[in-house]
Nanobody
Framework: LQLVESGGGLVQPGGSLRLSCVGIGESLDYFAVGWYRQAPGKEREAVSC????????YYADAVKGRFSISRDDAKDTVYLQMNKLEPGDTGVYYC??????????????????????WGQGTQVTVSS
């Protein structure tokens, strides 16, 4: 299983972007998928996560009320809708299969052994 991110870009503060994460090689149906970001000089941090069948979601405090995660299992795709973007949202955004099965609970932890490799990510830059 490999996940490929897309949808990043340069946007002004207050703007919106929608990131996509497409699964390749295996169905995403049984995986919880998380979005993570890394800003220059900082550690990778959890942004959001969605469980199998979207039963539960997780959002970092910094993005609550602004970001929304969703999944379309028919397309093996997970989306991250980002609204009211702030300069602090700048970074490279990655998605990985964070957990397997319905019992996996999304959290703010960055998985040390995800079920898919870390990819190239997609750059998000929020600047005027």
């Amino acid at each position: 299983l490999q996940l490929v991110e897309s949808g990043g870009g340069l946007v002004q503060p207050g703007g919106s972007l929608r990131l996509s994460c497409v699964g390749i090689g295996e169905s995403l149906d049984y995986f919880a998928v998380g979005w993570y970001r890394q800003a220059p000089g900082k550690e990778r941090e959890a942004v959001s996560c969605i469980s199998v069948r979207a039963d539960t979601t997780y959002y970092a405090d910094a993005v609550k009320g602004r970001f929304s995660i969703s999944r379309d299992d028919a397309k093996d795709t997970v989306y991250l809708q980002m609204n009211k973007l702030e300069p602090g949202d700048t970074g490279v955004y990655y998605c990985v299969a964070a957990g397997l099965g319905q019992t996996y609970s999304c959290s703010g932890q960055v998985p040390s052994h995800p079920f898919s490799p870390w990819g190239q990510g997609t750059q998000v830059t929020v600047s005027s």
